[in-house]
């Protein structure tokens, strides 16, 4: 059995331990004697994660934590990500402060790494296929990557992927979920070839509605029943021409956290519809079903609550773009400054399947606003970079803020916007604090 299956395990028991065993090992006890053993399926589950039987197994009482995933190893890094702040080991989250995103281009190291499963094993390109079948598909083919590049014309695109929790950290009441401050966002550049070119390929029937995809990453688990994430996009999504498989980022290797070594990116929607270890696409002819398709996952109200509401899966819908959002880059959060200088400022704004048409600073809490340079996109749903500078009037305490506008006129809110049960789509402007001196 693996260590590293320890920690996340712990962590689980020691919130809930009901919760723990159905999440794990699919153990349903009975909520009202908070009692019972092991059934069939559970010990299953169990024992592929042990490695070994459980002889005994039907003793073993409910909500015990199984000893032997007793240590806590947390890793403090990512191999190739230094920098990355960890939010969670098992199965692997984390995010990138905001001064390491100030590359236009966001290099491999510092693209954040949301995986709801556990890494693939065998990850050879030599030997990697991808399934394309379904309902409504009506000439099911698989290739391997080789075939992708000999059939389908090559494309490079820069893309920006965001967490649809991105954010999630600044809700009251406080949601579920990984605490994502501002880094679970990236925009590196993808070369692979346009899912379109592919599905076409394989023959859409009229009645296609979705096109889901499978990764190969596993359970936390371990039961291999189980999908860890199993989502997509609506079809006209799946056409558009930015909508890619890719097998290269930056020119190089996909990393492995990031999907090495195929992925799907349909760029501008929760970074949840691109697929890692992608093997499997499936066209389909309803809204895909696929794990963490149904609300309350990548889910919002259908109509804004109360903060802290219940909401019923009924009443809320799937995102779909993200809205629009900005970054201050530089200066890193806290620095101290000469304040007779002038200082300069730069980041990023992106607004989901939009563009941004301006970016403002405010170093007077939203008092009064500033325009910067915004440069055009390098290309659709790419962000946009954009500069300015400040200079501050005496020394002390300051923070500039940065909120972006789309092409619509929608801006981003000061304050933490439309609270939700999950936590989505936090696009409250970016604040730094800078010590003018
Ligand atoms: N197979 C698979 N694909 C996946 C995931 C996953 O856990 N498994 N996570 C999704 C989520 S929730 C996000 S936000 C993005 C993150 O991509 P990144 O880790 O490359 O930044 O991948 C998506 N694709
Ligand atoms: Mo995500």
Same mark, same amino acid.
């Given at each position: 059995?693996?260590?590293?299956?320890?920690?996340?395990?712990?962590?689980?028991?020691?919130?809930?331990?009901?919760?723990?065993?159905?999440?794990?090992?699919?153990?349903?006890?009975?909520?009202?004697?908070?009692?019972?053993?092991?059934?069939? *399926?559970?010990?299953?589950?169990? %024992?592929? +994660? =042990? /490695?070994?039987?459980?002889?005994? !197994?039907?003793? #073993?009482?409910?909500? $015990?934590?199984?000893?032997?995933?007793?240590?806590?190893?947390?890793?403090?890094?990512?191999?190739?990500?230094?920098?990355?702040?960890?939010?969670?080991?098992?199965?692997?989250?984390?995010?990138?402060?905001?001064?390491?995103?100030?590359?236009?281009?966001?290099?491999?190291?510092?693209?954040?790494?949301?995986?709801?499963?556990?890494?693939?094993?065998?990850?050879?390109?030599?030997?990697?296929?991808?399934?394309?079948?379904?309902?409504?598909?009506?000439?099911?083919?698989?290739?391997?990557?080789?075939?992708?590049?000999?059939?389908?014309?090559?494309?490079?695109?820069?893309?920006?992927?965001?967490?649809?929790?991105?954010?999630?950290?600044?809700?009251?009441?406080?949601? *579920?979920?990984?605490?994502?401050? %501002?880094? +679970? =966002? /990236?925009?590196?550049?993808?070369? !692979?070839?346009? #899912?379109?070119?592919? $599905?076409?390929?394989?023959?859409?029937?009229?009645?296609?509605?979705?096109?889901?995809?499978?990764?190969?990453?596993?359970?936390?688990?371990?039961?291999?029943?189980?999908?860890?994430?199993?989502?997509?996009?609506?079809?006209?999504?799946?056409?558009?021409?930015?909508?890619?498989?890719?097998?290269?980022?930056?020119?190089?290797?996909?990393?492995?956290?990031?999907?090495?070594?195929?992925?799907?990116?349909?760029?501008?929607?929760?970074?949840?519809?691109?697929?890692?270890?992608?093997?499997?696409?499936?066209?389909?002819?309803?809204?895909?079903?696929?794990?963490?398709?149904?609300?309350?996952?990548?889910?919002?109200?259908?109509?804004?609550?109360?903060?802290?509401?219940?909401?019923?899966?009924?009443?809320?819908?799937?995102?779909?773009?993200?809205?629009?959002?900005?970054?201050?880059?530089?200066?890193?959060?806290?620095?101290?400054?000469?304040?007779?200088?002038?200082?300069?400022?730069?980041?990023?704004?992106?607004?989901?399947?939009?563009?941004?048409?301006?970016?403002?600073?405010?170093?007077?809490?939203?008092?009064?606003?500033?325009?910067?340079?915004?440069?055009?996109?390098?290309?659709?749903?790419?962000?946009?970079?954009?500069?300015?500078?400040?200079?501050?009037?005496?020394?002390?305490?300051?923070?500039?803020?940065?909120?972006?506008?789309?092409?619509?006129?929608?801006?981003?809110?000061?304050?933490?916007?439309?609270?939700?049960?999950?936590?989505?789509?936090?696009?409250?402007?970016?604040?730094?604090?800078?010590?003018?001196?």
């Amino acid at each position: 059995m693996k260590k590293e299956t320890n920690y996340e395990i712990n962590k689980l028991y020691s919130k809930d331990p009901i919760e723990a065993d159905r999440l794990l090992w699919g153990r349903r006890t009975s909520a009202l004697t908070r009692r019972g053993f092991l059934n069939n *399926s559970a010990l299953m589950a169990m %024992t592929a +994660a =042990v /490695g070994t039987a459980i002889p005994y !197994g039907r003793f #073993l009482p409910a909500g $015990l934590i199984p000893a032997a995933f007793a240590a806590d190893n947390a890793p403090d890094r990512i191999e190739g990500k230094e920098g990355l702040i960890i939010l969670n080991d098992r199965p692997v989250n984390a995010e990138t402060p905001a001064h390491l995103l100030d590359d236009d281009i966001t290099p491999n190291r510092y693209m954040f790494i949301r995986n709801n499963g556990l890494l693939p094993e065998n990850t050879d390109p030599q030997s990697w296929q991808l399934e394309v079948g379904g309902e409504s598909c009506l000439r099911p083919t698989t290739f391997t990557i080789a075939d992708l590049k000999a059939r389908f014309e090559e494309v490079t695109l820069q893309l920006q992927l965001e967490c649809g929790g991105n954010g999630r950290n600044e809700f009251v009441p406080a949601a *579920s979920g990984n605490q994502w401050t %501002t880094g +679970a =966002v /990236g925009c590196p550049s993808f070369t !692979g070839v346009r #899912l379109r070119d592919v $599905l076409n390929y394989c023959s859409v029937a009229q009645d296609a509605v979705y096109v889901g995809y499978y990764g190969a990453d596993s359970h936390t688990s371990g039961n291999p029943g189980l999908d860890p994430i199993s989502r997509g996009v609506p079809i006209a999504k799946a056409m558009e021409r930015e909508s890619l498989i890719a097998w290269a980022m930056n020119g190089e290797d996909i990393p492995l956290q990031n999907g090495y070594p195929l992925r799907m990116v349909c760029a501008g929607w929760p970074g949840s519809v691109s697929g890692k270890w992608l093997n499997r696409l499936v066209v389909r002819d309803r809204v895909h079903d696929g794990e963490k398709m149904a609300a309350p996952s990548y889910s919002v109200p259908s109509v804004s609550v109360a903060p802290g509401s219940r909401v019923a899966n009924e009443d809320m819908r799937i995102i779909e773009s993200m809205i629009v959002k900005s970054l201050t880059t530089f200066p890193q959060s806290g620095v101290s400054h000469d304040y007779r200088q002038r200082l300069t400022v730069r980041g990023h704004a992106w607004a989901g399947d939009n563009q941004v048409s301006a970016v403002f600073i405010s170093i007077d809490f939203g008092a009064t606003w500033l325009p910067t340079a915004l440069r055009p996109v390098s290309n659709r749903l790419a962000w946009q970079h954009w500069q300015s500078w400040v200079q501050f009037p005496e020394p002390g305490y300051y923070e500039i803020w940065s909120r972006a506008m789309d092409e619509q006129g929608r801006s981003q809110p000061m304050v933490v916007p439309g609270w939700n049960p999950r936590g989505y789509l936090n696009n409250a402007c970016h604040r730094i604090a800078v010590q003018a001196v």
